[in-house]
């Protein structure tokens, strides 16, 4: 018996963040949309520290006010922290204009919250639907199996993956070539803080620096419900000096950060198992391909320092949105130059941070006691995620070259 074939303009492979907004923005734009999502919602995912470009797509998706009204925590900046030396960023005080405050989320609600509203606006979206093969064209073909183990066949217009660290597509289509990133890992889980109110600006992620090696950090994210999110993120063969559990390895390893010694004094760890990912940072050598487009983390995750995976996941959507549209009014679209290209500039902006931070060039910056307030605001405007602003010189900085001399100037 042949499985029964279904037909939609748009599939989507996840409703995740990238899914559920790129859902939004079609639905705006009277694309029948449907969304096909592995797991059932609430479910958990890191990422939990959004930044302020963020905002400006959530708005353009129709999903602002579903984001306000969920009683996520405020974030209005950052704090940097090593041994005794501490500097905070106010995303408000930036180079770049528009949002400057975001949340700071359970990730859980905070992808279900998106989901049901791309729900709201007219998507359809398929819990528990697990997609085993892809025949990309000119209308991609999906096979899909049911939570009830029925197979059915999805045609599309064209289809989207936006499956986060699963990366579908990237998968089933060998399309993943290899991070120039080290090997990775991070160790992490949610605690209730019971830090004494007053004590503590929980409107800021706290991102501190081991003590001793460079390259080694911690998150702290702060919640509206009295806790935290807490990890640590070094290269494999580091964390594999801590013995124990993982609760054990973690608790170890955050006891060596003075400041956090001070801050989870009173913490209790028993909020949800600890978790280890290892070697998450990916990229692919093409982000599209014949009727289908790789959204957010399917298609490249650089790393969780900057925060920056759910701002980059966005700005695949709306990218990938806008081509949608412009193919459904019959203009001609080149996937590479109009989604492709302008989507790896900011990644490339944030890639080179990236590789500062972990080479300590950047936290030369950051610590910096004599730091010139205007490029302070340039600096601050790409930690907020406007890493596509090319009025802004560190974004229009291709070579790098003024990244390495404030460096220099810093460092000396």
């Not at 990422?47 to 959530?58: F, T």
């Not at 050598?285 to 995750?301: D, I, Q, R």
């Not at 700005?315 to 949608?324: G, R, Y």
């Not at 995620?385 to 810093?410: I, Q």
Request: net charge negative.
């Amino acid at each position: 018996m042949q499985p029964t074939v279904e037909e939609t303009d748009i599939l989507i492979i996840g409703a995740g963040p990238a899914g559920s907004v790129a859902a939004a923005m079609l639905r705006q734009r009277g694309l029948r949309v449907l969304m096909l999502e592995r797991e059932q919602f609430p479910r958990f995912s890191i990422g939990e520290s959004l930044l302020p470009q963020s905002m400006e797509y959530i708005e353009a998706a129709g999903l602002l006010r579903d984001v306000v009204e969920a009683g996520f925590q405020y974030k209005n900046g950052a704090t940097f922290e090593r041994g005794d030396r501490s500097s905070q960023f106010d995303f408000r005080d930036k180079f770049s204009e528009g949002w400057g405050t975001t949340y700071q989320v359970q990730r859980a609600d905070f992808d279900h919250v998106l989901a049901k509203g791309a729900q709201r606006m007219g998507a359809e979206l398929r819990f528990q639907h697990e997609v085993l093969a892809v025949e990309p064209g000119e209308r991609p073909r999906v096979t899909v199996r049911s939570p009830e183990g029925e197979q059915y066949v999805v045609e599309a217009g064209f289809l989207l993956d936006a499956s986060g660290f699963a990366r579908l597509l990237p998968r089933l289509l060998k399309l993943e070539s290899p991070s120039n990133f080290p090997v990775r890992g991070a160790i992490f889980t949610h605690v209730r803080d019971n830090i004494p109110p007053g004590t503590f600006d929980r409107n800021k992620i706290v991102i501190t620096t081991h003590p001793e090696h460079v390259d080694v950090w911690y998150w702290t994210i702060p919640f509206s419900n009295g806790c935290c999110s807490q990890g640590v993120v070094a290269e494999q063969a580091f964390l594999a000096r801590y013995p124990g559990t993982e609760l054990e390895r973690l608790q170890a390893l955050v006891s060596e950060a003075p400041n956090l010694r001070r801050l989870l004094a009173n913490a209790t760890w028993d909020v949800l198992p600890v978790r280890q990912i290892v070697g998450y940072s990916a990229n692919v050598a093409s982000l599209v391909g014949p009727g289908y487009a790789l959204l957010g983390n399917a298609g490249e995750f650089l790393d969780p320092v900057f925060s920056s995976g759910v701002t980059i996941a966005f700005k695949s959507a709306q990218l990938a949105a806008d081509c949608l549209l412009r193919r459904k009014n019959g203009e001609a679209v080149d996937w590479v130059n109009d989604f492709e290209m302008p989507l790896r500039a900011g990644v490339r902006t944030f890639r080179r941070f990236v590789e500062s931070w972990y080479a300590g060039g950047f936290q030369d910056i950051v610590f910096h006691t004599e730091q010139n307030p205007d490029v302070r605001r340039m600096i601050c405007s790409i930690l907020a995620g406007y890493a596509w602003d090319t009025k802004n010189p560190y974004v229009d900085d291709e070579g790098g070259r003024r990244m390495r001399v404030l460096e220099e100037l810093c460092g000396g």
